[in-house]
């Protein structure tokens, strides 16, 4: 094995392990988020009412903050498919190139990196706005439930 089929190996085995991170990423925060957006429905029908609860606004910025990771975990699921179907045909058209045609081999080689590295960035700062959603939709969902099961406690104790 020659050092480039070796460091080809090497790449694709870093590709394959990133890609199943990022699958195993979207599963988990559209897992978290829904079920969370889940548990804040049934906080309102079961636990303290809508009409009974106080600072409302941590309420809506949750769910908001839910859905938007809901919809780019989504999107981003989207774009990586779409990524990986475009490669598959740049591969496809390389595979048609003759191997003695370094220049276009060369040519498609680098317009494939610079497609996968461009939408890898924008699927990074997909998820990155995702985790931020995901993490503050959590702790204003948090908050809200705390404070009105508080709240709730001194009105029934009194």
């Known amino acids: 094995m020659t050092f480039s089929e070796e460091n080809k190996e090497h790449l694709d085995n870093a590709w394959k392990d990133y890609s199943y991170a990022i699958k195993k990423f979207d599963e988990q925060s559209l897992f978290i988020s829904s079920g969370a957006l889940a548990l804040s429905l049934t906080f309102i029908k079961d636990i303290v009412p809508l009409k009974e609860s106080s600072y409302i606004a941590f309420f809506y910025i ?8 809901i919809v780019l975990g989504f999107l981003s699921h989207v774009v990586s498919s779409d990524t990986n179907m475009t490669v598959y045909k740049m591969l496809l058209e390389r595979k048609e190139i003759k191997e003695d045609d370094k220049v276009a081999i060369d040519k498609i080689d680098k317009k494939i ?3 996968q590295f461009s939408t890898s960035k924008t699927i990074s700062r997909m998820n990155q706005v995702l985790t931020y959603s995901l993490i503050f939709g959590l702790i204003s969902l948090v908050f809200y439930c705390i404070i009105n099961i508080l709240i709730s406690r001194v009105h029934h104790c009194c």
């Open 113 to 115: 990196n610079n497609f």
């Open 62 to 69: 949750s769910i908001i903050l839910f859905l938007l990771t």
